[in-house]
């Protein structure tokens, strides 16, 4: 065996420089949000003129509206619109005006561009087009996250239904100017809707249906249905009559097929008042829900 001792190998250190790995690139997000908006002709007069039969719609990343939504009176359309901005660009295209209304994930007005001369309408409704009103409006976009509802057959059964638990998707219509509810002044057909106290009674409560049908939770036959001037309780059946809906803009509750008359009240909220429908006012307490 050799007597010499074993020789260790030693390594010198390289004189390369360490080259970091990549740096993970940090740009801002451009997830899109998909919202969905329904625009819907205003007829207030029962006559020609809120329509825009060879009006041009646009909507910046959409395009152009489809005429379905302003050609006629009852004109009404529902579309998604997929952005990164939460915002949505409206612009008219020729001097065909159109008087119209949007709901769904719709937020407030951010910015319009009125025509020389013209008028802006503040909304909603509002008009639009390029002679005479706004030939541009931007808006914030807020997405409404769905809530569970009532949804009722059409053939409804006539006996009531048991009130809900907590958590099952009803909801109080609260007086914004009071701590005062919406409720039929008695739980049957025809009954006028009044101001009373909220409180854990079904027939202070509501859900709302695919259709934007009111119903009353101690009776789901029972919902909100404007007769004339008044709000009353009556039979749901499917007409305009009875179908809502809500900006959690303006905090106005109105029909859809008009958004020109709003649910409120005259006065100082009472017990007992009774509900009706007035023109639309800006920033009006006695109308904001």
């Not at 039929?184 to 009373?196: N, S, Y």
């Not at 919902?223 to 106005?252: E, M, P, Y």
Request: with cysteine.
């Amino acid at each position: 065996p050799s007597s010499s001792a074993p020789s260790i190998i030693t390594e010198e250190p390289s004189s390369a420089p360490i080259i970091p790995s990549e740096k993970p690139s940090f740009s801002p997000s451009t997830k899109e949000t998909c919202y969905d908006l329904r625009f819907a002709t205003t007829d207030t007069s029962n006559s020609s003129g809120e329509q825009a039969p060879n009006g041009s719609f646009s909507i910046d990343g959409f395009g152009t509206l489809p005429k379905s939504c302003h050609d006629t009176l009852t004109s009404s359309c529902e579309i998604t619109l997929c952005t990164n901005t939460g915002e949505m660009k409206l612009r008219a295209g020729n001097t065909d005006g159109w008087k119209f209304t949007i709901t769904g994930d719709i937020g407030e007005l951010l910015d319009k561009t009125t025509v020389p001369g013209g008028t802006h309408y503040p909304p909603f409704p509002t008009w639009m087009d390029t002679d005479q009103f706004d030939s541009y409006q931007k808006y914030k976009l807020v997405k409404i996250p769905p809530q569970p509802s009532s949804v009722p057959s059409e053939s409804l059964s006539s006996s009531p239904s048991n009130a809900p638990s907590q958590g099952d998707g009803s909801f109080q219509i609260k007086s914004a100017s009071s701590s005062l509810c919406l409720a039929p002044k008695r739980l049957a057909k025809g009954q006028r809707v009044i101001l009373t106290s909220c409180g854990r009674s079904g027939s202070i409560k509501w859900t709302i249906d695919s259709k934007g049908r009111i119903h009353n939770v101690s009776n789901s036959n029972l919902c909100l249905k404007r007769v004339g001037t008044t709000l009353q309780v009556a039979k749901c059946l499917n007409n305009h009559n009875f179908k809502f809906d809500h900006s959690s803009f303006n905090k106005k509750l109105y029909l859809i097929k008009n958004g020109l008359k709003v649910v409120g009240f005259n006065g100082v909220a009472a017990v007992n008042t009774a509900i009706i429908f007035k023109s639309r006012s800006d920033n009006v307490a006695n109308e904001s829900w």
